[in-house]
């Protein structure tokens, strides 16, 4: 009984633990301005990140690769809405391939056939994708007045949907 009694403590113990850490990372990651790392686009255009910081409007901020079907998914369904989107809120999509030197050649040719019309950022050395605590693609942000404000991993078809939520929630709170 007293063995069963602490091993219901315990498991409380870690229940708890694990919700306040959670509850910490979520508002941290809340309130972290996009890092300043200079990126180019597929046309070899830079791009200052920290630029985020100081936009008025929401920014979809999605890592991605070439490898990564559930990237590309969610890349085709953000096309689709993508117009829509920015005419009603004045969303900007910026994509970030995390392809490495020897896959980044396919990017420029994967973008051009897919018809994507949102900004394609290159981060081969992978910088912005280990200071933004990236694990592993696709993962999404969206950015409001520089602050991260919603972000996920992973994609299922109608992600998209929770996603405008959040922008449109991030355009009533401020």
């Known amino acids: 009984m007293f063995l069963q009694n602490n091993n219901e ?6 229940i708890l633990s694990l ?3 959670m509850n ?11 890092p300043a790392i200079i990126l180019k686009d597929i046309d070899g255009k830079k791009y200052n990140l920290n630029q985020l910081n100081s936009i008025e409007k929401p920014v979809v901020l999605s890592f991605w690769a070439t490898w990564c079907g559930p990237c590309l998914q969610e890349l085709d369904a953000l096309k689709e809405v993508y117009l829509d989107w920015k005419a009603e809120t004045g969303v ?12 980044a050649k ?15 950022l290159l981060d081969e ?25 919603y972000q996920h991993t992973n994609y299922t078809p109608g ?12 355009l009533k709170n401020n």
């Open 19 to 21: 919700f306040l850490t």
């Open 125 to 149: 050395n992978q910088d912005l994708k280990r200071k933004m605590n990236v694990a592993n693609p696709p993962h999404t942000f969206v950015i409001y007045k520089g602050k991260i404000v």
């Open 9 to 14: 403590n315990d498991m409380k113990k870690l």
């Open 92 to 103: 900007e999509i910026i994509a970030v391939s995390i392809d490495d030197a020897r896959t």
């Open 24 to 34: 910490i990372f979520e508002h941290s990651a809340q309130s972290t301005d996009v």
């Open 159 to 170: 992600s998209e949907n929770k996603l405008y939520e959040k922008i449109k929630e991030a």
């Open 106 to 120: 396919r990017v420029k040719p994967l973008v051009n056939g897919k018809g994507w019309d949102f900004v394609i």
